[in-house]
């Protein structure tokens, strides 16, 4: 998790003992915490996609 908690489940990612490491998760995501909305633009996609389309409308 995004706190450092861990937890140990059963999974088929990577080999025996490596760790999947979280960047947003329940207790950061905005539809859990009541957050304001606002998109978080990882890799740029959300400004790629308005670049793209910013004439459309």
Request: charged share 35%.
């Amino acid at each position: 998790m995004t706190d450092g908690t861990e937890y140990q489940t059963r999974s088929t990612y990577g080999a025996e003992g490596d760790k999947l490491v979280l960047d947003i998760d329940s207790k950061s995501h905005p539809a859990w915490t009541g957050g304001d909305g606002k998109m978080l633009d990882r890799g740029g996609r959300v400004s790629r996609f308005k670049d793209k389309f910013k004439g459309f409308m």
